[in-house]
């Protein structure tokens, strides 16, 4: 089901382009650029692998910071198929870090880096169009490629009743995602600025930033 959805979402938005131009009209089309918070997705990131051990090693031993992120930078391109109704695509990247430090002495010992790449083809409903103001909603269904870091791929080992252990591998490197704008505003004409508020995985709280109507 979720790669039929995401077969339709594609095929929607790579048709937009042929039908436009058979019916003799001007492509609408808009680009933008922006930066947001994190959403769910890099909560991948947020874990650390050290070990841990009774007495005083468990004590002393080396430990992780907290996670940093630079946000989620996004770049989208959309193409108008009427007044309220628009098809696109979401690409978003993100760079996170975290250092482990020595237990004694509180130095640097190596730092990690991780990364995350979106795409989600998106479906854009505007319900209010002025000459300076445009709202809208909007939903997304695409995919992210997670890298970097250590708890991406964890293997999981359990014995049931009878003694039989059986090992399981959850990979996380490749997930399916899905995102919902539930209100978006853009201010200008052709030269705009725009601000979200996002619900999912590759952005979750508010995101903006400026985009060009062509």
């Not at 795409?119 to 997670?146: D, Q, W």
Request: hydrophobic content about 35%; overall charge positive.
């Amino acid at each position: 089901m979720k790669r039929l959805l995401f077969c339709i979402f594609t095929a929607a938005l790579l048709a937009a382009i042929p039908i436009k131009a058979q019916n003799g009209e001007d492509i609408a089309m808009t680009v933008r650029l922006g930066i947001g918070t994190p959403g769910a997705g890099p909560d991948y990131f947020t874990e650390g692998t050290g070990s841990y051990t009774s007495g005083l090693s468990g004590i002393y031993g080396d430990y992780f910071g907290p996670a940093t992120t630079s946000g989620t930078i996004t770049a989208d391109v959309s193409f108008s198929l009427s007044r309220h109704f628009a098809l696109g695509i979401d690409l978003g990247f993100g760079h996170y870090s975290n250092t482990l430090y020595n237990g004694i002495s509180d130095e640097t010992v190596k730092k990690r880096h991780g990364y995350a790449l979106y795409a989600l083809p998106t479906v854009k409903i505007f319900y209010l169009e002025k000459p300076m103001v445009s709202l809208y909603s909007a939903a997304g269904l695409g995919i992210a490629k997670y890298a970097g870091f250590d708890n991406l791929i964890n293997t999981y080992t359990t014995t049931d009743y009878k003694g039989r252990t059986w090992s399981r591998t959850d990979n996380r490197t490749l997930k399916f995602e899905a995102q919902f704008t539930p209100f978006g505003i853009e201010v200008g004409k052709r030269f705009f600025g725009f601000g979200e508020v996002c619900l999912g995985t590759m952005l979750f709280g508010v995101r903006g930033g400026i985009g060009y109507r062509f």
